[in-house]
């Protein structure tokens, strides 16, 4: 079928929820991508931050393939091994003692929520529902993560969202001080935020959030779906902070590129949920656990990437910074291992098309920010040739 024929049915047929680019990927190895007409492509979106092993990682293959000879799927009225075996890797690797697994993102999000609000009745015996979350944050897109996510672009159309959320400035602990009152039982905070633009707040806040929850007794829970797994530099976001949570939420790069979300949390806190008190058909599919299990493995046992991520987040941050030399329109680079944003006064969309052009994957949000979330195998040399893009991409502006 020839490109244009598969893009009219994708219009044909598929809702109209994304703005997509006029490409159509068809196989991926490690950075690279190729589309339909064969072309080569670097990756700098990873699926938005969901490959970090890179494209078809060998091991989660292999383990796919193994899996899905032996067993595929079981209910979670029955115990599966690939589900417990990588519950025990997540909790041997984490602050938490106990896992529940999801599909996704934003189901880890409803899970968390549902998690501190039984807690509060169940453990503690009192009535608190009302969590504080951050202006400019991300959590999903079902209805409780939605109406956690502070940004009212996502809500429109969509009212009423569910009450029991209060929205404080990100990177401000006295608005969180401010909007304590005897109802909440958690703050829910993503490390850095990322749909929100690359925003990194300041070095003390999680330390601040930490200390805030320990003396009111409510729970601090970490939206790490996108900060989580090597992406900053660290296993997870919070190691920067020398904190620990109460509840974490992961998904994105869990499953090496399988579908799969996880929620995390420490014994006292998992002791609110009781058998029928939350589900999911798929979450913990052992097809699912056994590609996040390889995934986990692979990133774990490998002493290069992770330490690596810092040097080369460092190394991109330093070559968009020359750019921002260079052009008054460059406002900001800003990220941390490799999650970098580059924020423009221009939008940056004309900028993502051009990049596409030159055969490189990039992301933009909140209309100026160009986001960059590379597999965390990226070198120095794709990153210098994306910077020479960019540099080229932006002369003609
Ligand atoms: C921080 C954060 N939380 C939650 C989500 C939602 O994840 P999903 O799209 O898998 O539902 C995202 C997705 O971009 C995210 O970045």
């Known amino acids: 079928m020839i490109t244009s024929d598969i893009l009219a049915d994708s219009h044909k047929y598929i809702m109209n929820t994304y703005s997509r680019q006029p490409l159509v990927l068809v196989k991926g190895r490690g950075t690279k991508?190729?589309?339909?007409?064969?072309?080569?492509?670097?990756?700098?979106?990873?699926?938005?931050?969901?490959?970090?092993?890179?494209?078809?990682?060998?091991?989660?293959?292999?383990?796919?393939?193994?899996?899905?000879?032996?067993?595929?799927?079981?209910?979670?009225?029955?115990?599966?091994?690939?589900?417990?075996?990588?519950?025990?890797?997540?909790?041997?690797?984490?602050?938490?003692?106990?896992?529940?697994?999801?599909?996704?993102?934003?189901?880890?999000?409803?899970?968390?929520?549902?998690?501190?609000?039984?807690?509060?009745?169940?453990?503690?015996?009192?009535?608190?529902?009302?969590?504080?979350?951050?202006?400019?944050?991300?959590?999903?897109?079902?209805?409780?993560?939605?109406?956690?996510?502070?940004?009212?672009?996502?809500?429109?159309?969509?009212?009423?969202?569910?009450?029991?959320?209060?929205?404080?400035?990100?990177?401000?602990?006295?608005?969180?001080?401010?909007?304590?009152?005897?109802?909440?039982?958690?703050?829910?905070?993503?490390?850095?935020?990322?749909?929100?633009?690359?925003?990194?707040?300041?070095?003390?806040?999680?330390?601040?959030?930490?200390?805030?929850?320990?003396?009111?007794?409510?729970?601090?829970?970490?939206?790490?779906?996108?900060?989580?797994?090597?992406?900053?530099?660290?296993?997870?976001?919070?190691?920067?902070?020398?904190?620990?949570?109460?509840?974490?939420?992961?998904?994105?790069?869990?499953?090496?590129?399988?579908?799969?979300?996880?929620?995390l949390a420490t014994d006292k806190v998992s002791q609110a949920f009781t058998p029928g008190a939350h589900g999911s058909t798929f979450g913990g599919n052992p097809l699912a656990c056994a590609a996040a299990l390889a995934a986990m493995e692979a990133l774990l046992e490998d002493n290069i990437i992770i330490p690596n991520v810092a040097l080369l987040g460092a190394y991109f941050q330093q070559g968009l910074g020359k750019l921002k030399q260079k052009y008054s329109f460059v406002r900001e680079v800003r990220g941390q291992g490799l999650l970098v944003g580059m924020e423009l006064d221009i939008p940056g969309k004309d900028i993502v098309a051009a990049c596409l052009r030159e055969g490189l994957l990039i992301n933009c949000t909140m209309d100026t920010v160009l986001r960059f979330m590379p597999p965390l195998i990226i070198t120095e040399e794709e990153i210098d040739l994306l910077i020479a893009s960019i540099d080229r991409i932006f002369a003609k502006h």
């Open 33 to 263: 991508v190729y589309d339909s007409d064969g072309r080569e492509y670097i990756d700098f979106v990873s699926g938005v931050a969901v490959c970090n092993l890179g494209h078809c990682h060998p091991r989660v293959v292999v383990a796919l393939q193994k899996q899905a000879q032996r067993l595929m799927h079981v209910s979670n009225h029955f115990h599966n091994e690939p589900q417990i075996n990588l519950a025990k890797v997540l909790v041997a690797n984490s602050f938490a003692d106990k896992v529940f697994f999801c599909n996704s993102g934003t189901e880890s999000v409803e899970g968390a929520i549902k998690l501190a609000r039984r807690y509060a009745r169940e453990v503690l015996k009192q009535d608190r529902f009302e969590i504080i979350t951050m202006r400019g944050s991300f959590h999903g897109r079902t209805y409780g993560a939605l109406s956690a996510t502070a940004q009212e672009k996502f809500h429109k159309g969509f009212e009423p969202i569910v009450p029991g959320f209060r929205y404080v400035p990100f990177n401000d602990i006295k608005a969180v001080e401010g909007a304590l009152n005897a109802h909440t039982c958690a703050v829910l905070v993503e490390p850095i935020q990322g749909e929100g633009g690359v925003s990194v707040p300041a070095p003390t806040y999680l330390k601040e959030l930490r200390a805030f929850c320990d003396k009111n007794n409510i729970l601090l829970m970490l939206d790490e779906i996108q900060t989580g797994l090597g992406r900053t530099g660290k296993l997870y976001g919070y190691e920067h902070a020398g904190i620990t949570p109460d509840v974490m939420m992961l998904a994105k790069g869990l499953g090496g590129g399988m579908p799969i979300g996880a929620l």
